[in-house]
Each structure stands twice: as C-alpha cells, then as structure tokens.
C-alpha cells in the first residue's frame, strides 16, 4: 500500500504542517509573486505593432549599453579598492589591521545618494574648493561621478568577500607553488585568483544587482541608465507600459548575471583533496613597499569615507545653513522612523511562519515558498515599486499613494534580510522541546507560543532592526510610492541635492550617515562574537 503523499512532501515529526504555518506561508509566496504578474500585465497592454516599437525601441539599446558601462566601471574600481586591501590586512604585516578592517567597512554607512551628494559638492562654483581655495574644478558628473560614487559605496561589499576567503585559503598551496619556482605575480595569478573566484563572482553579483537597480547616485549624477530611464517615464507620466518594459528589461539583465555566476562556478573544483590540516604560513614582509602601501590606502580611504565627511562638515561648520533645517531634522526622522518601524514589524512578522516551515517541516514545497522571499530582494528597487504601482491601480485602488502601500513594499523588499536571524535561532531551538510540549498536553499553538517564541526574541528583534535600518535610508521604493508631500530623510537629502541646495541637504545627510553606522556596527559586532 502506498503511502499518503504528505509523507513524501512534509517529514517532521510524521505530520504535516499546521495551518497556522502554512496558510500564512503560501499567503506571502504569492505575495511575492504579484508585483511579477501585475508588471507583466501592464508591459502586455500594448497591441502587437505598439509591442514591436517598444521592444525594439533604438533607445533600449543605448540604455543596456549605459547600464552595462556604468556597472563594469563599478567592478572595475571596486575591484581596485578591494582587491589589494583585502590582500594586504590578511597577506603581509602591515599595521593597524583591525582599523584598515574597520576604514574598509565604514563606506557602508554612507548610501549611495549621499556619496553623489559629496562628489558634487567638490566642484562647480559653490564647490568646496572654489568657496575655500578659489580653484573652481569642474564638477563631477555625468557616467564619470556615478561610477566613482557607487565605487566608493559599494567596494566593501567585495573587500569583506575578499578577506574571508583569503583568511579561509589553505596557505600551503602558496608555498607549494613558491618550492617550485614560481615568482609571487605567478603565485598571485595561478594560485591566488582562481581559489578567490567564487567571493569574487559574490561580490560581483551583489554589486551588479546594486547598481542596476539604483536610482539616487545615477538621478543625481545625470546619468541616463535603465533606473533613471524607469524613473521618468514613470514620473512624467510619459509612456507607463514603456516604463513597464523598461522595468522587464532590467529584470532580464539583472537575471542573466544571477545566470552568469551560477554557469562560471558551476564546474570550478577549489576543495584540497586531502585530509591535511591548513597550516599558517608566516605574513609576508612588505620592507620598503610599506610606503606605497600607505599611501594606496590613505587614497582609497579618502576617497570612500574622508570625502562624504569633509563635505559634509564644510557644509555643516563652515557654511551652515539657516537654523530651521537643523529643526527640521528630528521631525523627519520621526517621520521616516514611522513608516520603517511598521515596515520592520511587518516583514519580521511575513518571515516568522516561513522560516518555521523551512526548518521544523523541510520539504521541496517548504524550499520553494523560502525562496520566493528573495524575489523582492532581488528585483530591482523601481522595477518592484512601479509593479506594486500597477497592483494598487488594477486591483487594490484604495492603497494608491498611501503610506500603507509604502510600508507592504519596504516589507517586501526586505524580507530576505529578515530571515536570516529568524531562521538561525530556530536551527539553534531545539525541537525535542516541542515534543516534550506535545507530551505533556500542550497544543501546537500553545507550545508554539510559550516554548518556541520565547526562543526567538533575539533573532526577531534583530531581523527587526536589519529591515528598520534598511528603510531609513532606501530611496528609490519611496519616491515612487510615498504619499504626495511625504518625505523621509533620504528623499529630503536626494531632492535638495538635485536642486543644488547643498547646504540644505547637508543636516539630513548627516543623519543619515550617523544612523546608517549603527548597521556597520552590527556588522563588526557580529564579526567579533563569531
């Protein structure tokens, strides 16, 4: 006799899941799945000959060159910065390694939109330098500053891929190839690279999905890539199915990457064979390369954190401006902090039941409902705002332009970020409590309740604080879908910014980028503990 298809399908404890699990988990699947619908229904509005003008639209193809010049420039810079810092902190006895570690992360607290910001405040006629040297610089723009501003943000990203697989590289595989002759650019390059080319290809990724999807550093740098594109044809009300389109193409390029780094890898063998033990090898001495080591250092550091900060202290103590934006300051981060708050709160709350399914009830059903939580992590930030645009015209009107829609988006842009913590303290709760629970007479709501919840008040509280943080400081999402006359820090920094307002920007910039520290320093907090 053939067993009930749920044993095959769901194998924890011999029962399938609850409906309290599962109903709310397909529930946020599908959830995730809409804004893919709702844009491909308005990208298909169109009729043939529309379809065709659209599709093969002569601009489409300078806007996928721009995207792809702008994200390779990234990569390439990014990989400068990286690459070589990275080496040195974990390759040679340079000193002060915990602080270069510490510069190498601290780039992440300030967003793109507000390293554009410091970049154009360096030139022009009311540039730092023309204010306080006379030297009027030209002023950086154009693909030129949209490189180097989402560089400088980005480039952390890699160095901390970088660094862990360097500390993780058996070394002895270095001195292997140095018994044999090989000179150290020969090591670097036959030995080092190819072991390096999977946290190269991660930290590829993540930055090439950044910077195809973003919006502030590219709007404000005048630089005319897919997002940007996006953004005005949606905002002049020009042509929304070609804003469609534009979002689907965007989705595809961002997806062929995704494809991309699965192929490269998928053949790559870098496991050492044996069962030998890693050995430390002695950290190289850098001598008299010291001195060009430093300097490189001191220029990346200038450059991705020393830059933001000048600027903004010139704008704040030297040419501050008038008293009432300094006011204005604390009334819009509550503002901000009462749409990310619930935001946080939801997004905890969509990824608790999933989670649960995923461990306690491990199936391909389980695996698949998990991984559609990513969808809204990965789409492009615009892409995914003018989709849930379309659902709240077609089919949910009452949510057009109202901060709830705002709140159900960050939500569901973010809930990725709220699963990991979730996820990991109920791989750490063990399940024999429940089933001593279930024993003594508890239900499965009342075991949930008192013996499983109680053991996720860290992972929750942290997934709370990932997504808040994430909110506080996200752009793109809000600026389509905040409610006329809402603005948030983010939004205050990128419109005073495109006006020219420098010094206006500046007190909410740096809100901003003090706020946005309290992540590095969870980041590292994190890192110290492990």
């Not at 830059?307 to 981060?333: E, K, R």
């Not at 508890?442 to 997504?467: D, E, K, M, Q």
Request: overall charge positive; hydrophobic content about 55%.
């Amino acid at each position: 006799m053939s067993a009930p298809i749920g044993t095959y399908i769901y194998r924890a404890w011999g029962q399938r899941p609850p409906f309290y699990i599962l109903i709310p988990s397909v529930v946020i699947a599908f959830a995730m799945v809409v804004p893919l619908f709702y844009l491909g229904l308005r990208a298909f509005q169109a009729d043939p000959a529309m379809l065709r003008e659209l599709v093969f639209r002569p601009r489409n193809l300078e806007l996928l060159s721009n995207t792809l010049k702008l994200t390779f420039g990234v990569l390439f810079i990014s990989t400068l910065m990286a690459l070589p810092t990275a080496w040195l902190v974990t390759r040679t006895n340079i000193r002060y390694k915990k602080a270069i570690t510490l510069l190498s992360v601290v780039p992440l607290a300030v967003p793109g939109y507000v390293m554009a910001y410091a970049l154009l405040g360096l030139g022009g006629h009311y540039g730092i330098f023309a204010q306080l040297f006379g030297w009027q610089l030209p002023r950086i723009n154009g693909y030129t500053g949209a490189v180097l501003a989402l560089a400088f943000y980005t480039f952390p990203y890699l160095f901390l891929n970088l660094r862990s697989a360097l500390l993780g590289l058996d070394r002895s595989l270095e001195e292997s190839a140095q018994s044999l002759g090989y000179t150290p650019q020969q090591i670097f390059f036959k030995v080092l690279l190819p072991h390096l080319a999977p946290a190269l290809m991660a930290g590829w990724l993540v930055i090439g999905l950044y910077v195809m999807g973003d919006f502030g550093a590219v709007a404000l740098m005048r630089y005319d890539a897919f997002s940007y594109a996006i953004f005005t044809q949606y905002s002049g009300a020009f042509d929304r199915v070609y804003a469609a389109w534009l979002s689907l193409m965007l989705l595809a390029l961002a997806g062929s990457f995704v494809i991309m780094e699965t192929f490269v890898l998928k053949r790559k063998r870098l496991a050492s064979v044996g069962s030998g033990i890693a050995r430390s090898k002695a950290a190289s001495k850098l001598g008299w390369k010291a001195i060009p080591a430093w300097v490189y250092l001191a220029i990346v550091f200038l450059c991705s954190s020393g830059l933001p900060l000048m600027i903004l202290a010139y704008w704040l103590i030297l040419a501050p401006p008038d008293l009432s934006f300094f006011l204005a300051v604390p009334a819009t981060f509550l503002r901000s902090a009462m749409a990310a708050f619930p935001a946080a709160i939801l997004a905890a709350g969509f990824a608790l039941p999933v989670a649960y399914l995923l461990v306690r009830y491990p199936s391909r059903i389980s695996t698949a409902i998990e991984r559609s939580t990513y969808i809204g992590y990965a789409l492009p930030p615009l892409t995914l705002a003018l989709a849930m645009v379309f659902f709240s015209l077609n089919t949910a009107f009452f949510l057009y332009q109202t901060l709830a829609l705002l709140i159900i988006t960050w939500a569901l842009a973010s809930l990725a970020l709220a699963m990991g913590p979730i996820r990991s303290a109920l791989l750490q709760t063990r399940s024999n409590l429940e089933e001593a629970s279930f024993s003594l007479g508890h239900g499965a709501v009342s075991t949930f309740w008192y013996v499983v919840f109680p053991r996720l008040n860290r992972g929750i509280l942290a997934s709370i604080t990932l997504v808040f943080l994430f909110c506080m400081k996200e752009l793109p999402i809000t600026f389509l879908l905040a409610p006329t006359g809402y603005t948030t820090l983010a939004v205050t920094v990128f419109s005073r910014t495109s006006e020219g307002l420098m010094a206006e920007a500046a007190p909410f910039a740096a809100a901003i980028v003090i706020f946005s520290s309290l992540s590095v320093g969870m980041v590292l907090n994190r890192e110290s503990k492990k």
